[in-house]
């Protein structure tokens, strides 16, 4: 079936206005680092929340979500709903700091918030982790999302289309820079929303509705577990470990851990990039706000409709091994594998594709063993791909050509914006808190515009290069939650206690990544090696490591992604709580100068009894007041509206609506009482002694908590 023409119109409009306003703003992107990174720090609160709704939107997200409701359920959604709580802390206290510290990046923050040699290297090796790691990582699971698009909607080669839509994101965003990424992200924001929209409820439609779906959980064809918005328990009671099934243990730590855990609880890299660009301080604080109602209670509902109405008519399809043996060759460009009894029988051949209730465009296309692996009979050699559901659905239900074409352009405008996105914050790690900072100090802006653009394009291969070596989105998106998982109490204790210092950052980071990479592929390397290497083959026993004994934290002797996480917190906050205690405590003096830019709550009676002159922060309780009612707003409207489209009846949508209604009340008063920034930032008077962080240990210790 091929591509109707009203389909590649709308595409080629989107394009072009992108291409255009990288031209028309290239001058002015060009004229300094501030303006190509942070568009001069003018962005009103609407622009800046948009921006950040619109490349948290990457083409990649409807195809995850869709897998995890075919596979899990609903609930499965926790892991990242359970960030909302970070957003508020984000909004009501981080946003805030972030604007007055006035940084480029997340980075830069380590010297102006600690000081001394300690500071720089840490600058430098968050420098690295973002540039090189975290952002190429994001990039490379937005190019396999990429790609299975394109394989089910255009008829065209998945690389040479990948390559081109990377080209023209990387035109327009090396011309302009942030103003590139920043305006075509409020028009993606539009069309991602008409275009889910409309695909919801042509799905929706198309499928029968909630009728047809209440039938397919009484035929046995969806599971009541896979429309619950939490995972229901056991037979026993709470005290019984049949209770603690392996679902509900993993939505527990998603929403007792994982929300403060992760590296992003006090903003993350795109986020704070859009509040360091923000106009003032208040656009920084509701343009935050504005973006967690819309990523968290807003948008979620049309991607997870299409994923519902997909398990109506969308079995989950298996090829399956005809006898016990090896497999001794698989293609899966040609559907086919063979399979070896043992070396006295011929090979048999088997079909992957082509399998009972396979259709053209749904059918088992994701391999689920390699070549040489050993097989049972009945094993599932391939099954359809779970995230490929949404396009597929895409393609059958949306019958009126432009809607397609505008749902199309969404998904290529949301890969662009994701792609321009991290190409460009990737680039001002590079240039910011690398390059400049310890390569070439004192060039022109010209200069570093163009190393900038240059790092862009580094940034893109190297993701690409990733893209390579994977073929699940899922798999790398929760190994990217554990990567830097335990960082997260050190990034909001660095804001609210003095005695934090920079090396407690830096063993948070290094021990969250080092265990994160060990529990997931150790025991692949050491199975790897130990086959491939006979003195090596002492590495056996560490590649078929069994968990069994976490319990509901361990699935058939693997370990889930709770229980992955909880190891990598565990681990991450010990070492550096450890370290925090063993070092020196660092001199109030050297905190002066963050202190009085940022006045931040919390533990700093040292610092502050050095700074009579400036008053005390004194808004914790509307703090504490707009946090609360932000996540009842938010979590309000999100269960209203599921509540309503899933007809739970009305006593529940309600109960749902009455709880997003008070948390709008609690965050206005707390918007009113929050206290107003500084007119004009306080410099440190001339008669206060400063001195470095870095005091080697030698530093008297400082009274105070």
């Known amino acids: 079936m091929g591509v109707p023409a ?7 409009i989107y394009v072009a206005l992108a291409l255009g306003v990288g031209i028309v703003l290239a001058k002015r992107a060009g004229s300094s680092v501030d303006e190509y990174f942070l568009s001069g720090r ?26 995890w409701v075919r596979e899990d359920g609903i609930w499965q959604n926790w892991q990242w709903w359970c960030l909302a709580a970070g957003g508020m802390m984000t909004t009501f206290v981080f946003a805030r700091y972030w604007r007055r510290a006035k940084v480029m990046t997340t980075a830069e923050l380590a010297e102006l918030r600690y000081g001394g040699r300690e500071a720089s290297l840490l600058r430098l090796v968050q420098g690295i982790f973002q540039a090189g790691l975290t952002n190429t990582i994001i990039l490379c699971w937005v190019l396999l999302a990429a790609a299975k698009i394109l394989g089910v909607l255009f008829e065209v080669d998945k690389v040479l289309a990948v390559t081109v839509a990377c080209v023209l994101a990387l035109g327009y965003s090396t011309l302009a820079g942030f103003w590139a990424v920043v305006v075509t992200d409020l028009v993606q924001f539009v069309m991602a929303m008409v275009g889910s929209v409309a695909l919801a409820i042509a799905v929706w439609s198309g499928i029968g509705g909630t009728e047809a779906v209440h039938q397919a959980v009484a035929n046995g064809v969806i599971r009541p577990e896979q429309l619950a918005f939490f995972p229901t328990p056991g037979s026993g009671t709470w005290s019984d470990p049949s209770f603690w099934t392996i679902p509900l243990v993993t939505a527990c730590v998603f929403l007792g851990v994982q929300w403060w855990a992760t590296d992003q609880v006090d903003g993350g890299g795109h986020v704070v990039q859009r509040i360091s660009a923000a106009r003032t301080e208040k656009d920084g604080l509701l343009g935050s706000l504005w973006y967690n109602i819309a990523h968290y209670a807003l948008r979620p509902w049309p991607w997870i409709l299409v994923a519902v109405g997909s398990l109506v008519v969308l079995p989950t399809l298996y090829s399956v091994a005809p ?41 088992p296309g994701q391999a689920l063993v390699k070549k040489g692996e050993q097989v049972v009979q009945g094993q599932p050699l391939t099954r359809t791909d779970p995230e490929a559901a949404y396009v597929v659905m895409a393609r059958r239900y949306l019958t009126n050509p432009w809607l397609l074409g505008l749902l199309v352009a969404s ?11 991290h190409t460009n914050l990737a680039s001002s790690f590079f240039v910011n808190d690398i390059y400049r900072r310890f390569i070439t100090r004192g060039a022109t802006d010209r200069h570093y515009v163009l190393v900038a653009r240059l790092a862009s394009v580094a940034a893109l291969i190297l993701g690409a290069t990733l893209a390579w070596a994977n073929d699940r989105i899922s798999d790398l998106y929760t190994f990217f939650l554990a990567f830097l998982s335990g960082v997260g109490p050190v990034y909001v204790m660095r804001w609210l206690w003095w005695r934090v210092r920079a090396t407690t950052e830096i ?11 060990a529990l997931t592929f150790g025991p692949r390397i050491a199975g790897y090696l130990s086959g491939e290497f006979s003195s090596l083959a002492w590495l056996a026993p560490w590649s078929k490591v069994s968990w069994a004994r976490l319990g509901p934290l361990a699935d058939q002797g693997d370990l889930t992604v709770a229980g992955r996480l909880l190891i990598v917190v565990s681990v991450s906050t010990t070492c550096s709580v450890l370290t925090t205690l063993l070092m020196p405590k660092p001199h109030p003096e050297s905190l002066i100068g963050f202190y009085r830019r940022v006045r931040p709550i919390g533990a700093w009676k040292p610092v502050r009894i050095l700074c009579l002159d400036l008053p005390p922060a004194q808004d914790a309780k509307p703090i504490l007041r707009g946090i609360g009612g932000g996540l009842a707003t938010i979590y309000g409207i999100l269960f209203a509206i599921g509540s309503y489209v899933l007809e739970r009846g009305p006593g529940e949508i309600a109960l749902w609506t009455a709880m997003a209604g008070i948390g709008g009340v609690l965050v206005t008063a707390s918007l009113f009482q929050l206290e107003e920034p500084p007119a004009e930032e306080p410099t440190v008077p001339p008669d206060v002694p400063t001195k470095s962080a870095d005091n080697g240990g030698t530093d008297p210790e400082p009274t105070g908590t």
């Open 42 to 67: 003018n962005l009103p609160w609407w622009a800046v929340g948009t921006s950040m709704v619109a490349t948290t939107f990457a083409s990649d997200t409807p195809l995850v979500i869709t897998g």
């Open 6 to 12: 009203e389909v590649w119109i709308v595409v080629g």
């Open 323 to 363: 006898v016990t043996g090896k497999i001794v060759a698989i293609d899966m460009d040609a559907g086919r594998a063979q399979v070896q009894a043992g070396p006295e029988y011929q090979p048999i051949e088997v079909d992957l594709f082509n399998v009972p209730g396979a259709m053209e465009d749904w059918k």
């Open 507 to 517: 063993v948070a980071m290094i021990t969250s990544a080092l265990t994160a990479s």
């Open 411 to 421: 998904l290529l405008a949301a890969f662009m914006s994701t792609v321009d996105t």
